[in-house]
């Protein structure tokens, strides 16, 4: 499975990204899709991830600001990112399980700042 993600950049606080990862190759039978992110200094952390179902978690600290969703006819995985803050400046990957296997792809820059 390869994993192509896109759609970061810089933004000014208070503005939106949406980013995207499509799954390509050996692709039927993903289940979980998910984003990480991983700031300088800092270990990285879950900020979201969609069940098969349609089951959604998130991160405390983007609860309500962060939309993730999923096309599983195309194998891709969405976040929608909204009232970004400075403190939402990352290195943001995306994540899926097959089966037994996790695969990640690889990040993409966010950077918000005004």
């Known amino acids: 499975v390869q994993l192509q993600a896109s759609g970061g950049g810089l933004v000014q606080p208070g503005g939106s990204l949406r980013l995207s990862c499509a799954a390509s190759g050996s692709a039927s039978g993903i289940s979980t899709m998910a984003w990480y992110r991983q700031a300088p200094g800092k270990q990285r952390e879950l900020v979201a991830r969609?069940?098969?179902?349609?089951?959604?978690t998130y991160a405390d600290s983007v609860k309500g600001r962060f939309t993730i969703s999923r096309d599983s006819a195309k194998n891709t995985v969405y976040l929608q990112m909204n009232s970004l803050k400075a403190e939402d400046t990352a290195v943001y990957s995306c994540?899926?399980?097959?089966?037994?296997?996790?695969?990640w792809g690889q990040g993409t820059q966010v950077t918000v700042s005004s």
């Open positions: 969609i069940f098969s179902s349609g089951t959604t």
């Open positions: 994540s899926v399980m097959r089966w037994t296997n996790t695969y």
